[in-house]
T-cell receptor, first 115, second 114 residues
Framework: EPEVTQTPSHQVTQMGQEVILRCVPI?????FYWYRQILGQKVEFLVS????????KSEIFDDQFSVERPDGSNFTLKIRSTKLEDSAMYFC?????????????FGPGTRLTVL | AQSVTQLGSHVSVSEGALVLLRCNYS??????LFWYVQYPNQGLQLLLK??????LVKGINGFEAEFKKSETSFHLTKPSAHMSDAAEYFC????????????FGKGTKLSVKP
């Protein structure tokens, strides 16, 4: 069964460094999402992406963050200069259809630790 | 702003017992409602969703949830717990006017005792 994959599973970085989190969505899906979960807190929406453009973003998704679909398969989240408070589990999701009632398929997450 | 509350960060039941995981939403306009499950080292997997058809929704693995507008609730139940149900369960909503971004509760970790 097709699934969303994410790499790496765990990333440790120093404060101020750039990180790129990678996701491979399900191949025929067109809508892509990033969420994050800080330890002990809720899963929070970061950004949605369609047709090589950001569709919607939350207040968390500031200028430090960017997303890209560099080729036909990968979907990446870049954090330009990491802060301690960026430590979280980051989930990628994809969906074949657009709309608030459609299922999103999630990857297993990347745990980012900023030291 | 829309919010989701899951009562109980950790629920423990015996194998064969009823599972009840609680979820309440805040919107006065009923949103679309979802339950996701996360097994260790895996992504979130959709259990079931409510999209304003039947108020009792049946999902995978014997789970079901009932939408109650008067209580702004969407509690998840399973009549008889199995060891394989041990996982973390997330309730989420999506506003009807939104582009689909999900608003999650904090999650409830379900433990099943033999």
């Amino acid at each position: 069964e097709p699934e969303v994959t994410q790499t790496p599973s765990h990333q440790v970085t120093q404060m101020g460094q750039e990180v790129i989190l990678r996701c491979v969505p399900i191949s025929n899906h067109l809508y892509f999402y990033w969420y994050r979960q800080i330890l002990g807190q809720k899963v929070e929406f970061l950004v949605s992406f369609y047709n090589n453009e950001i569709s919607e973003k939350s207040e968390i998704f500031d200028d430090q963050f960017s997303v890209e679909r560099p080729d036909g398969s990968n979907f990446t989240l870049k954090i330009r200069s990491t802060k301690l408070e960026d430590s979280a589990m980051y989930f990628c999701a994809s969906s074949p259809r657009f709309g608030p009632y459609n299922e999103q398929f999630f990857g297993p997450g990347t745990r980012l630790t900023v030291l | 702003a829309q919010s989701v509350t899951q009562l109980g960060s950790h629920v423990s039941v015996s194998e064969g017992a009823l599972v009840l995981l609680r979820c309440n939403y805040s919107s006065s306009v009923p949103p679309y409602l979802f339950w996701y499950v996360q097994y260790p080292n895996q992504g979130l997997q959709l259990l079931l969703k409510y999209t304003s058809a039947a108020t009792l929704v049946k999902g995978i693995n014997g789970f079901e949830a009932e939408f109650k507008k008067s209580e702004t609730s969407f509690h998840l139940t399973k009549p008889s717990a199995h060891m394989s149900d041990a996982a973390e369960y997330f309730c989420a909503v999506s506003d009807k006017g939104s582009q689909g971004n999900l608003i999650f509760g904090k999650g409830t970790k379900l433990s099943v005792k033999p």
